[in-house]
């Protein structure tokens, strides 16, 4: 089976755990089976290797979070990356294309499109096969797994089936209904498209064709930026009209805001928390290093990062969106290929970043023009090259760089530095990057 | 007029403002005329030098605040500083004995206490005038502000005057009651003690030498430690049977929890702040450099600082103390006559600790046993000392100190540093303080 993971942005709805380069769905808050705490993109992906152990998976996803899936799926998982984000139209037509072009995946094979962020149990993905089958042997063009509808949401795509059987010939598909239409199209039986879908490759690439003009692969790529953002959805399952649909009858979860994460979280808290016993209803996600104490409230979510501090009614929570805009979008923690950065003070002239690298990472060889450097080593073993010169470091060292000087660290140990920027004008665009001579 | 300004501990129902080092007094929370922000401490001796510009202050206070009294304060107040904390009795008896032999106050002469925590307006101070005069003819021993109660609390003195005139005798006075005695005391028409007496210097210089067997400053303050823990009111107060008590009427609020301390806060928040137009009765204190988004929510107070973040219910917010008194008690902020540091990161074997010095000012001469030191000026100028060699710095500057080295930094300018601890166990106890030659 060959299944495209699809991995969109999150926005902000998942403020201050998600921001623009780190996204809900890499947020660890799930204990699995061991106690540890993996994310939506993590469990998901444990669960198809469990339940379709022989799938061939493919992550779809924009650049920039390449190295988040690579250090929390592991390098050997298959990506295909977006140049830039164009919605799902484009990036399925991409992920079909490289299918096709790099993989070699017949045109007669089946494809099953999954969403990341939904919060399932394994019965979810044994539907998968079934799917496929109806896929494979062109029982429709398109086969899409419904969802019964809990409320009248504006912010699903709505299936009409002819019947009630489990499979059942499609009549009407629309996307996104105001609530009105929604409530009147769930009176006539219709079901939540939850994202999960499947078509013989076939399809996507005469879509793409069709409407992208593209042709293979690489000219999809190189001509990427130039393609119109709009949603798979939108683009063709709205006006598609050889449709099918299984019901999915089990638990399925939407992780897309705080209300509805902290229904999936199975304890009220994750880091160092505290409550009294007179708090109701309360989840609290802290990733500070500090305590945090929550007295006698209701219904409420908080939420702590590097990036700043949520409390808030529940019911609210969905609303966050407006208010992060209005903040400052100084990123403050990211995960990178490499390891990780978290900014732990800023002032007029300096920036001070605690860096971890993994074992075997390195940064890009650079240089900057406008601020120094200094290095100080807190944990681990590592080489730094300075200007073309390498060196042994460990805990404890310094080493104090110039702007314009030349230079990157390499960690043989898991490493852990401190450093101080120091200029007038701090800026992450003012970076020149080198191949190492 | 001889005022003594006693300056308490606050233990931790201000947390995660106050910690043992910054008590609830020097949380700069109140708005003045000129728009920028007072503690509790500044407010009540900046309304004694406008209501009473000729009064002589000595403040009472511990060792352990006299920097922050300095800092607050000026340098030019006259401080009492007890060797360890011993409560009011104590306190009061040294300060008394301090007024006498160090400031060579007269016997006869009149002196008044006030409390460091009352939120109260000028009319409370204009009261201070009679009070003295009162104590200083000899009306009676002990004179008392009484404040109407509004509530039966069992955390004041109560004071029963004889009659209902606006200077009574007072015929009992009984500290801390139950609830239901508090009740029968109001019905009664007793008053709350607002920690305001006054009284002629050789009373309290008497009470001391017949409860303490002092006989002057110098004694008291070396045989401090072995002094009996015990408060004025129960010590004295309770068994005094020649009191008057003067009533005030105007507005009186105790800072002693976030609830008090919210009502008299002027805007809802302090600090990096966001609220949406659905929150009621919220308040909320940001020290932090990240913001902090609130949602919905109803009477409830927020506070987020170095030390930690609390969420309340206003009401369970008077609750805290022993929830924080499990928490890790590692001080990550303080205030110190030099300046301040918050300890901004912390690994197994680093910590990474921001240090700002006052212009002029200076660490202690100083050397660990058991961590290496690394020092980056961030901003400022002035001068190391290390081994007796010394260097001058400026931002940029990285200085590396080995385990064993004594050093030390004077600041010429305001001076910023990040200090990188280097060490197996890094403890505040591994330190030894040496004369510079």
């Known amino acids: ?28 808050i799930f204990k699995d089976q061991n106690g540890s705490y993996e994310s939506m993109v993590q469990r998901v992906y444990r669960q198809i290797r469990e339940v379709l152990p022989d799938a061939r998976v493919t992550v779809a996803t924009s650049k920039t979070q390449v190295p988040t899936i690579h250090s929390q799926l592991g390098e050997d998982v298959a990506v295909c990356a977006e140049p830039c984000r164009k919605d799902t139209f484009a990036a399925l ?15 007669e094979e089946a494809v099953l499109v999954c969403p990341v962020d939904p919060y399932v ?22 086969v899409l797994m419904g969802i019964s509808p809990s409320y009248p949401s504006e912010k699903y795509g709505y299936i009409l089936p002819a019947d009630a059987q489990p499979v059942s010939r499609v009549i009407q598909f629309q996307e996104k209904p105001d609530a009105k239409t929604a409530e009147a199209l769930m009176q006539k ?25 593209s042709r293979d692969y690489e000219e999809l790529y190189d001509s990427y930026e130039k393609l119109d953002a709009i949603s798979f959805d939108r683009a063709v399952t709205e006006k598609e009209t050889d449709i099918r649909v299984l019901r999915f009858g089990g ?6 805001t705080w209300n509805t994460l902290t229904e999936a979280m199975e304890e009220n808290s994750v ?24 007295m006698g409230l209701h219904d409420v979510v908080v939420s702590a990062s590097p990036e700043g501090i949520l409390v808030s009614d529940k019911a609210q929570s969905s609303y966050i969106q407006p208010f992060v805009d209005r903040m400052d979008q100084r990123i403050m923690f990211a995960e990178k290929s490499w390891g990780s950065f978290r ?73 852990k530095l401190m450093e101080v920027q120091l200029g007038r004008e701090i800026s ?8 190492l001579e």
Chains 1, 2 share one sequence.
């Open 93 to 107: 037509a991409l992920a079909a294309a490289y299918l096709h072009d790099v993989k070699e995946i017949g045109q």
């Open 271 to 294: 880091g160092d928390v505290a409550m009294n016993e007179s708090c109701r209803n309360v989840h609290v996600v802290n990733e500070l290093d500090v305590p945090l104490l929550c």
């Open 343 to 415: 900014v732990i003070d800023v002032e007029e002239e300096s920036m001070t970043i605690k860096v971890t690298l993994n074992p075997g990472c390195s940064m890009n060889y650079h240089s900057h023009e406008r601020r120094d450097e200094v290095w100080t080593i807190i944990s681990g073993r590592g080489r730094t090259i300075v200007d073309g010169m390498e060196q042994p470091v460990q805990a404890g060292d310094v080493v104090t760089m110039q702007a314009g000087c030349r230079h990157t660290i390499l960690a043989d140990t898991e490493l």
């Open 189 to 213: 039986g219709a079901l939540w498209n939850g994202g999960v879908f499947a078509f013989r490759l076939e399809y996507m690439l005469e879509m793409a064709r069709r409407h992208l003009g």
């Open 1 to 28: 089976m060959n299944i495209i993971l699809l991995s969109g942005g999150s926005g902000k709805r998942l403020w201050p755990l998600s921001n623009d380069i780190r996204s809900k769905q890499f947020i660890q």
């Open 428 to 435: 992450v665009h003012d970076k020149q990057k080198f191949e």
């Open 121 to 142: 149990e394994p019965d979810y993905f044994r539907m998968f096969t079934e799917m496929e089958e109806l896929a494979a042997k062109k029982a429709a063009a398109l």
């Open 251 to 256: 638990s399925w979860k939407d992780l897309g």
